[in-house]
């Protein structure tokens, strides 16, 4: 074998290396082997990870002759799933030829044995004693190969039985918790790709009115920081300034590029500024129906340095509506919703596909106001969705929701409970909000999508009316997909979006929750505020589905820490 097709560090003892022939070279040594009177046995597999059962196996067979060959299939030969072999074809071999019962070891490029046994004519065949009885035609023609070269097929003993594939598996589990929790996900029926396209291909053209207030999101690039010579403050030099439409627009965006039709109901100011606002937004197919104010964009400013944020500016003057300008901010929404329930091509019960709700903590909302608006909207929407931001928001002002999308901290500000469980913190949320769902997110830890174990009677249409109905909610913790932050800004839009219009389509809180996180791993990608498309999720969906445990040929890390949402999820 050349040796620089081996991944030998240090290089491998001379014997090792002598043990691990191509075909010719073996073709020799069999020959050798016949003149001596010596007789062949051969076994042949993939060997991916040689554990107890394979090493039984090999020293049954070495008793069964003189010289024992173990033949492995090549890694493009091998056909056993994403992610198999795990372990590369030389080192593979080079397991193999350690071992002192082993004498000769063959890399073969076949998928099966069949034409290497027809040149080498074993004296011994040896197999699994799972093959006994197979009928499978792979192994008949096999058999046959043997029989006709004048040798025989024994099957070992079976008295220790392992799987490659199920060890695997096993190493997936304890090496990263999240990524066997992934994996068991991504087993699931409702959770394969052909089920989350028909989920994304029902999106389109759904209907969605977005209220909440406009951010104009800057990035200002800056050159490598110094420290000042008056004092030791750091100093920053601006190189470039990225602006993103952010805040209740990026939702709107989020939903445009998904393809739905959505209606941006928003405060803007009557300047060059605010129609310079709502022209780019309507460009990217979004009717902005705008509450005129005479606030100035609210602008919050990031100093980065390459993709680290130093420092945040907020530029914001706090809006504050007067009693006529809530009732009419109230009212847009709701000529909002029914004129969507209406259009052409709308459903037969005249109400709109889907509502989003969101607090910014800007002062477009107080308390009632937010309570009034998710009252006054509920009779005239279908989904209905709400998330906050911000120390000022209102969480617990949202009423009547079918899904509520806090993040751990703003839940537990929001009820005044930072010590008990997060599922009873949760559920206390619902109960008092009268909300069906609740997505809650961790951070790098993902999110866990809770909903009821017991529904309301079916006769109850209006959550307002449901009442005390939950008593226990189930939890389905969602890892986070992306492994490395870029820049976490927008996720929990892009994640509500997503959830919102999945729910609207029928999905389950499961299937909103994983969908929502694949918006969100895309997101967290980009450095500043961008849509995410339908083509984004595709692909976020394909990398999930093809995740598996790799060989790197480095050092191995420690296994991550236990799963805290193991640990949230746990009753209190």
Known sequence: MPQDARHDSPPLPPAVAAKIMGLDDLLV?????????????????????????HIRHLRQARALGDVLLVSITGDPAISKGAGRPLIPEELRAENLAALDCVDLVHIDPNATAQALLERLRPDVYVKGKEYEHNADPRFKAERDAVE??????????????????????????SADPYHGR?????????????????????????????????????YIVCDRPEVAGESPIMTLRPLEARHYDGGAAIVAR??????????????????????????????????????????????????????????????????????????????????????????????????????????FGLGLFTPKVLSRLCVALRPHVRTMSGDVSGRRSSLRAMRGLDLLCPSEGELRDAMR????????????????????????????????????????????????????????LHGEHIPALCPVALD?????????TVATLALSVGATPTIAGFLGACAAAVQVQRLGNTPVSTADLRAAIARVHAAHLTYTGGDTQAPRAANRADSLLRAS
């Open 29 to 53: 040594a069999r020959d050798r082997a016949r003149a001596q009177g010596r007789r062949l046995v051969q076994c042949h597999g993939c060997f991916d990870i040689v554990h107890p059962g």
């Open 148 to 173: 006709r070269g004048g040798g025989r097929v024994v099957f070992s003993s079976g008295d220790v039985v392992f799987s490659s594939t199920a060890l695997i598996a096993a190493l997936e589990q």
């Open 182 to 218: 992934l994996m068991s996900l991504a087993r699931r029926e409702d959770l394969q790709p052909a089920a989350l396209h028909a989920v994304l291909s029902r999106i389109r053209d759904r209907r969605i009115v977005v209220v909440g207030e406009p951010i104009i999101d800057t």
């Open 254 to 359: 989020h939903a445009a590029a998904l393809g739905a039709r959505p209606i941006l109901v928003t405060p803007l100011p009557d300047t060059s500024e605010g129609r310079a606002f709502r022209g780019r937004l309507e460009a990217e197919g979004i009717e902005v129906r705008p509450l005129l104010v005479g606030a100035t964009l609210p602008e919050k400013q990031r100093f980065l340095v390459g993709a680290q944020k130093m420092m945040k500016l907020d530029l914001v003057d706090p809006y504050v509506l007067d009693v006529g300008q809530q009732e009419r901010l109230v009212a847009m929404a709701v000529e909002a919703a029914r004129g969507a329930a209406h259009a052409p091509g709308s459903r037969p019960d005249h109400r709109c596909d889907a509502a989003i709700v969101t607090d």
């Open 417 to 472: 409970l930072h010590g008990e469980g997060l599922p009873l913190v949760t559920l206390r949320l619902l109960e008092e909000t009268r909300t069906r769902n609740a997505i809650v997110t961790l951070g790098a830890d993902g999110l866990i999508a809770f909903s009821p174990l017991s529904e309301a009677p079916r006769a109850a249409v209006d959550p307002l009316e449901q009442g005390r109905w939950r008593s226990r």
């Open 488 to 496: 976490p800004l927008g996720c929990g839009d892009s994640l509500l």
